[in-house]
């Protein structure tokens, strides 16, 4: 790990789930802090676990409003202390596209002298995240706003609790084209534990197994109703 780990892409493409599971994986190891950056999106972000979180070791650092009916886009001088505390590892969840990576922007001046992994998630079955093209846009819109080049590159394709071998492979082909146009290296492949031990042999991208933490119930209750339907 670095000392700062960001997390950017689109929406739905599973970088909160993915910053949730660093952060647990890291609080094991060293002192953490989680820092959600979205302030666009009011759903599905990591510091809707706060409470988990901080029974693990996490210190989560959010948005002045997150998670309150305030729609008011502002954030608290509290998340500069990251660039202070030099003995905490960071995670950085970094809200959807490139509107909410011009958040991440206004920090350019303290990241530029740190140690830092910027990666973007991809989840190639989402919207506008289906192939290299729509990809490209993507990552030059965010590495703009962000004023940050990316690192590395995850392959996180899925369709929630649908997703099969089938998606994330891929997904790998979508990456891998996205690797060579940009020169970004794939850096792992995302998924549950069952899915990816089905992968096959010939993918040699390392395996992030990850938990899921922000499905709600209600969205699974939805789903089963419907399939009966």
């Known amino acids: 790990m670095h000392r700062i780990n960001i997390f950017c892409g689109n929406y739905g493409s599973g970088k909160t789930e993915i910053s949730l599971n660093t952060a647990l994986r890291c609080a094991a190891q060293r002192p953490t802090t989680l820092v959600d950056l979205d302030i666009v999106n009011p759903y599905f972000r990591s510091s809707e676990q706060t409470e988990m979180l901080s029974r693990h070791g996490v210190n989560v650092l959010c948005p002045t409003f997150a998670n309150t009916s305030v729609d008011i ?6 998340i500069q202390s990251i660039f202070a505390d030099k003995s905490r590892t960071v995670i950085i969840d970094v809200g959807g596209d490139d509107t909410g990576a011009t958040a991440l922007g206004r920090y350019h001046g303290f990241l530029s002298r740190e140690d830092v992994c910027a990666c973007l998630v991809v989840n190639a079955r989402r919207p506008f995240s289906k192939g290299a093209d729509e990809l490209m846009v993507m990552l030059e819109d965010i590495q703009s706003k962000a004023r940050i080049k990316m690192d590395c590159i995850i392959n996180n394709t899925n369709m929630a609790r649908l997703t099969t071998v089938s998606d994330i492979m891929y997904g790998a082909e979508v ?3 996205l690797s060579a146009r940009c020169g970004i290296p794939v850096k ?3 998924g549950t534990k069952a ?3 089905q992968l096959p042999d010939s993918y040699k991208v390392p395996r992030f197994p990850i938990e899921i933490y922000m499905r709600p119930d209600w969205l699974d209750e939805t789903s089963i109703s419907e399939d009966v339907q």
Do not use: Y
């Open 188 to 190: 792992c492949v995302c």
């Open 195 to 197: 899915l990816l031990e």
């Open 175 to 177: 990456t891998e084209e």
């Open 73 to 78: 886009p502002s954030l608290p001088a509290s």
